[in-house]
Nanobody, 121 residues
Framework: VQLVESGGGVVQTGGSLRLSCVASGEDIVEINIMGWHRQAPGKQRELVAGIAKGVGTVYLDDPTGRFTISGETAQKTSFLQMNHLKLGDTAVYYC???????????????WGHGTQVTVTS
């Protein structure tokens, strides 16, 4: 299973970015959850948002309403729309998928390599 993120970059405070994640792999049976995590320098990786098969958004750690997750696990795609970005949003953003494959038992977690988001003042 491969997950590839795109859409990161450098943006000024208050700007917006839309991150995309596409999963691929012939052995994928189904993807049950796709999520976005981020890791800022010197900090632990944290979950930002997640969508689940047939459910939609199941997690969104954003009380300010700046972030929106969308996509469809059946389409193997996930998007993270980030508006009104702040300096504290600077991090590497990782796409994660919980998937069932034809070669492994049960659901397993797979990760992309990440995309850098840098917010400048």
């Amino acid at each position: 299973v491969q997950l590839v993120e795109s859409g990161g970059g450098v943006v000024q405070t208050g700007g917006s970015l839309r991150l995309s994640c596409v999963a691929s792999g012939e052995d994928i049976v189904e993807i049950n959850i796709m999520g976005w995590h981020r890791q800022a320098p010197g900090k632990q990786r944290e979950l930002v948002a997640g969508i689940a098969k047939g459910v939609g958004t199941v997690y969104l750690d954003d009380p300010t309403g700046r972030f929106t997750i969308s996509g469809e696990t059946a389409q193997k795609t996930s998007f993270l729309q980030m508006n009104h970005l702040k300096l504290g949003d600077t991090a590497v953003y990782y796409c994660n998928g919980i998937a069932r494959t034809s070669y492994a038992t049960g659901d397993n977690a797979y990760w992309g390599h990440g995309t850098q988001v840098t917010v400048t003042s």
